[in-house]
């Protein structure tokens, strides 16, 4: 059974740090493309940053420069490092695994973690 379990969420103020990680169960972590997406109150869910299983990684516009996406194959765990945070980064961080490139026919999502940045 495929679990994601998110971790390191919390209030900081404007301009500090948080890294989030994200430790998975289930054998899939390897050969799976890994994510960070956010949803703010009244908005959709949308990408924060995806590395691939080969260390490819995407972010948002909004964040590069400022957040850090990596992980550990080893620990099976992905990371989203959080830097120079702005209120419009709050929301609710989700972490997501896609092995479907390799296995199977769907993704994966966690129970997401509140991360909100006070002004």
């Known amino acids: 059974q495929v679990q994601l379990v998110e971790s390191g969420g919390g209030l900081v103020q404007t301009g500090g740090s948080l890294r989030l990680s994200c430790a998975a169960s289930?054998?899939?972590?390897?050969?799976?493309?890994m994510g960070w997406y956010r949803q703010a109150p009244g908005k959709q869910r949308e990408l924060v940053a995806t590395?691939?299983?080969?260390?490819?990684?995407n972010y948002a516009d909004s964040v590069k420069g400022r957040f850090t996406i990596s992980r550990d194959n080893v620990k099976n765990t992905v990371y989203l490092q959080m830097n120079s945070l702005k209120p419009e980064d709050t929301g609710v961080y989700y972490c997501?695994?896609?092995?479907?490139?390799?296995?199977?026919?769907?993704?994966?999502w966690g129970q997401g973690t509140q991360v909100t940045v006070s002004s």
């Open positions: 997501n695994a896609d092995p479907r490139g390799v296995w199977g026919s769907r993704d994966y």
């Open positions: 289930g054998g899939i972590f390897s050969i799976s493309a």
């Open positions: 590395i691939t299983s080969g260390g490819s990684r």
